[in-house]
């Protein structure tokens, strides 16, 4: 369907643009004269499909050549299989994350891991899974991300064209600054520990989910996959009622992804969205106007402190400085 809409589009060469033929008094002309100035400004700028289709080949002919060399279990074939379904995969996730902010690439990841896990098997089938994972993460993510960019370029009546450049400026800044973090996190903390301060539970989710993918249903515990599927059924019932029901009554129905959310990363996550969301709750009880213009940038605030300080206490615990206050909890008897 992507190529076709693509060739439709080669083929006409038609504006997309939506025509206004009548404008309103008021705010209504000047929203829809600022609607017809972001999508001129959006679509005056194209990517030639020749750069694209190039590039991707030869990063595709480059990741096909390199990594069976650094994880030798993982065949070329495999390689170039992921590069010619990931287009596909990204297009989905490109899509449902210009439609939601919501960027599934670990999801996709996981077909990659289940696939290559199970077909090589116990010679190295860990391994490849999650190195078939991380290329389909990959690509599909830079897509999402990409279409995030894009987003943020028609919001702020900014060239597609300067956006997609920048991209690749932040995508080579990446490939020098990510590894020198990484080895900064390494260095710093014990990357993984169950009692450290970076867990990593990620790491430990997928390497299990490489094994049950090269061992089957036989690595689950007892009475696993009955309760899965229990859980799997409640949360279709559960969508569908929200579905079916009126507003006034499905508003108070729980989602269930954002009930999973929580078990699948940790509760440290859903602390921080709870306390959020009882923020915007009272904002928006408070000043609904203020609260829908402002609360993106609050939250992105606070995402972006939370973040930050992450450098400079690696810096810390590099040279050993640890925090002056320590506080801990003992049984009275003891203490």
């Not at 995030?148 to 900014?158: A, E, P, R, V």
């Not at 996190?185 to 993918?213: C, H, N, Q, V």
């Not at 940038?297 to 992450?310: E, N, P, Q």
Request: with cysteine; net charge neutral; hydrophobic share 50%.
């Amino acid at each position: 369907m992507t190529v076709k809409e693509i060739s439709n589009a080669r083929t006409t060469k038609q504006s997309n643009l939506p025509v206004f033929n009548e404008f309103q008094d008021g705010e209504s002309s000047k929203l829809a004269m600022e609607e017809k100035l972001k999508d001129e400004t959006f679509l005056k700028d194209s990517i030639p499909t020749w750069f694209a289709i190039s590039g991707y080949v030869g990063l595709a002919a480059i990741s096909t050549a390199t990594i069976p060399i650094i994880f030798p279990p993982v065949g070329w074939y495999f390689v170039l299989a992921s590069y010619i379904v990931a287009p596909a995969l990204a297009f989905c996730n490109s899509y449902g994350c210009g439609l939601t902010d919501w960027n599934l690439a670990s999801t996709y990841g996981k077909i990659g891991l289940f696939i290559f896990a199970s077909l090589i098997g116990k010679n190295g089938g860990v391994i490849a899974g999650l190195a078939a994972c991380g290329v389909m993460m990959s690509i599909v993510s830079t897509a999402a991300d990409l279409m995030q960019d894009f987003k943020t370029g028609y919001l702020t009546l900014s060239s597609a064209m300067s956006m997609f450049v920048s991209q690749l400026v932040g995508t080579g800044m990446g490939c020098v600054i990510a590894p020198l973090t990484f080895w900064l996190y390494w260095t710093a903390f014990d990357i993984g520990s169950p009692d450290g301060p970076y867990k990593a539970p990620y790491a430990i989710i997928f390497r299990e989910m490489a094994i049950l993918g090269v061992e089957g249903f036989s690595a689950l515990p007892k009475h696993c996959m009955a309760i899965c599927c229990v859980f799997f059924v409640a949360a279709l019932v559960i969508n569908l009622l929200r579905d079916v029901t009126p507003k006034k009554v499905s508003q108070f129905i729980p989602i269930p992804m954002a009930m999973a959310i929580p078990f699948y990363i940790g509760a440290y996550f859903a602390i921080d969205m709870f306390v959020g969301t009882v923020i915007l709750f009272i904002w928006e009880r408070m000043n609904r106007k203020e609260a829908e213009d402002y609360a993106g940038a609050v939250a992105s605030g606070l995402i972006c402190g939370d973040g930050i300080w992450t450098i400079p206490s690696a810096i810390l615990s590099i040279f050993k400085i640890n925090p002056p206050i320590c506080m801990y909890f003992s049984p009275s008897v003891t203490s």
